[in-house]
């Protein structure tokens, strides 16, 4: 285990700039996670921290040691850096205890097996070590992957989409499996996916990615309550955005009343520095940021409504016509057309400025 650092990355194919100016920190024993959508540079990176891939501009360190710059770089074998894919790519021929074993041929055979053995109990398989991958389902396939790139004991582990294969209640179950099981041998771990429960699930620290730029460096739960741009606002977690103008530097008012900001009203977006007086910003309102209550004489609209089990997620049209989401209890089972009375619960105010 070891801190990883990525200091003003970038790396082109061609002409073509895939990631641009990449830098975080990912502490030792921390899971990390690069969320973002397809063709926004993930893997890229991945193939620039395992060694595959050069940079032209940075530099990427492990543990304190620089393993790439621009015109050099530490071979990949050399990195002690675990790999997982994400179609599990186990050898077929060999049994689960031969796999996971796999890099381990330089040790004696009794302190191989007892790696193994113990790499076994950790991913909850010890009762198919004879078996062959293909008598495996999904999960247990990538659970072997993941016994197979930790059994060295690499520096860090990397992980490629590694639950792309699995049906979505398997991907959540084994996402806090794997939580676990890196935080067992206290490995530091980064992560690459395109579905943000898997990184909520998983991280310890998510890195939004556009366009081969890190957008915001944060916890899973700052990113979720101040999100540094309408990137991040849009595509972590469900939202409305409503037009508002600033009072003063923490009150913002709205079409529903004054929101009271526990940090300055700071727009994320650039060429704004601070938002100022009468400045008219577009406020981010998350469906825990209203709440339904039946008493309150301030109403709104069922324009839509989506069952969720334990709570609807409700749509609703606010007097202007703008729109709103707001999850409620599901015995609170209103008509569409249905008029609701709603109150405001905003703790982090959240504004961008309107051009
Ligand atoms: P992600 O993993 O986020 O989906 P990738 O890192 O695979 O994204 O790809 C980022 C961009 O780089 C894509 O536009 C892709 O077409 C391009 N790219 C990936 N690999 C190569 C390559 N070997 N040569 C040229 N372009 C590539
Ligand atoms: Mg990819």
Same mark, same amino acid.
């Given at each position: 285990m070891a801190e990883l650092i990525l200091d003003?990355v970038s790396q082109s194919y061609?002409?073509? !700039?895939i990631i641009?100016?990449l830098s975080f920190t990912l502490?030792e024993?921390a899971i990390g996670c690069l969320?973002g959508?397809?063709?926004c540079g993930k893997t890229t990176a991945l193939r620039c921290i395992s060694g595959f891939e050069p940079i032209q @501009?940075g530099e990427i360190r492990i543990g304190g040691e620089v393993v790439s710059r621009p015109d050099w770089m530490l071979a990949a074998e050399k990195r002690r850096v675990g790999m997982v894919f994400q179609d599990y790519a186990?050898?077929?021929?060999?049994?689960?205890?031969?796999?996971?074993?796999f890099g381990? =041929?330089?040790?004696?055979?009794?302190? =191989?097996?007892?790696? +193994?053995?113990?790499?076994?109990?950790?991913?909850?398989?010890?009762?198919?070590?004879?078996?062959?991958?293909?008598?495996?389902?999904?999960?247990?396939?990538?659970?072997?992957a993941l016994?197979r790139a930790l059994a060295p004991r690499p520096r860090l582990i990397l992980m490629d989409e590694p639950?792309?294969?699995?049906?979505?209640?398997?991907?959540? =179950?084994?996402?806090?499996?794997?939580?676990?099981?890196l !935080?067992?041998?206290?490995t530091t771990a980064l992560i690459v996916t395109?579905?943000?429960?898997? &990184?909520?699930?998983?991280?310890?620290?998510?890195g939004?990615m556009?366009?081969g #730029?890190i957008?915001?460096?944060? *916890?899973? %739960?700052?990113? %979720?309550?101040?999100? &540094?741009?309408?990137?991040?606002?849009?595509?972590?977690?469900?939202? &409305?955005?409503?037009?508002?103008?600033?009072?003063?530097?923490?009150?913002?008012?709205?079409?529903?009343?004054?929101?009271?900001?526990? +940090?300055?009203?700071?727009? /994320?977006? *650039? /060429?704004?520095?601070?938002?100022? =007086?009468?400045?008219?910003?577009?406020?981010?309102?998350?469906?825990?940021?209203? +709440?339904?209550?039946?008493? @309150?004489?301030?109403? &709104?609209?069922?324009?839509? !409504?989506?069952?969720?089990?334990?709570?609807?997620? %409700? *749509?609703?049209?606010?007097?202007?016509?703008? #729109?709103?989401?707001?999850?409620?209890?599901?015995?609170?089972?209103?008509?569409?057309?249905?008029?609701?009375? +709603?109150?405001?619960?905003?703790?982090?105010?959240?504004?961008?400025?309107?051009?």
């Amino acid at each position: 285990m070891a801190e990883l650092i990525l200091d003003s990355v970038s790396q082109s194919y061609g002409t073509r !700039k895939i990631i641009a100016d990449l830098s975080f920190t990912l502490p030792e024993g921390a899971i990390g996670c690069l969320l973002g959508p397809s063709g926004c540079g993930k893997t890229t990176a991945l193939r620039c921290i395992s060694g595959f891939e050069p940079i032209q @501009s940075g530099e990427i360190r492990i543990g304190g040691e620089v393993v790439s710059r621009p015109d050099w770089m530490l071979a990949a074998e050399k990195r002690r850096v675990g790999m997982v894919f994400q179609d599990y790519a186990l050898f077929p021929h060999m049994t689960v205890s031969a796999n996971v074993g796999f890099g381990l =041929r330089s040790q004696s055979k009794a302190a =191989r097996q007892a790696r +193994i053995d113990e790499l076994l109990v950790l991913v909850g398989l010890s009762g198919h070590a004879e078996q062959f991958p293909h008598q495996l389902s999904g999960g247990q396939q990538q659970r072997v992957a993941l016994a197979r790139a930790l059994a060295p004991r690499p520096r860090l582990i990397l992980m490629d989409e590694p639950f792309s294969n699995l049906d979505v209640e398997l991907r959540e =179950r084994l996402s806090i499996e794997v939580r676990d099981i890196l !935080k067992r041998e206290a490995t530091t771990a980064l992560i690459v996916t395109h579905d943000q429960n898997e &990184a909520f699930a998983l991280a310890d620290w998510v890195g939004v990615m556009h366009e081969g #730029r890190i957008q915001q460096w944060a *916890t899973p %739960y700052n990113l %979720y309550h101040e999100p &540094a741009n309408r990137f991040v606002a849009d595509f972590v977690g469900q939202g &409305a955005l409503v037009t508002g103008e600033v009072i003063n530097d923490h009150q913002v008012e709205i079409e529903l009343g004054v929101l009271n900001g526990h +940090i300055p009203v700071e727009c /994320g977006d *650039t /060429g704004c520095d601070e938002c100022v =007086r009468s400045c008219h910003v577009d406020v981010l309102l998350r469906p825990d940021d209203i +709440i339904h209550d039946d008493d @309150s004489l301030m109403l &709104a609209e069922v324009e839509n !409504k989506a069952f969720r089990g334990a709570e609807f997620l %409700y *749509t609703l049209k606010l007097p202007s016509g703008q #729109r709103a989401l707001s999850l409620v209890p599901s015995h609170h089972n209103h008509a569409i057309g249905e008029r609701i009375g +709603i109150k405001l619960a905003v703790d982090h105010v959240v504004a961008f400025r309107r051009e």
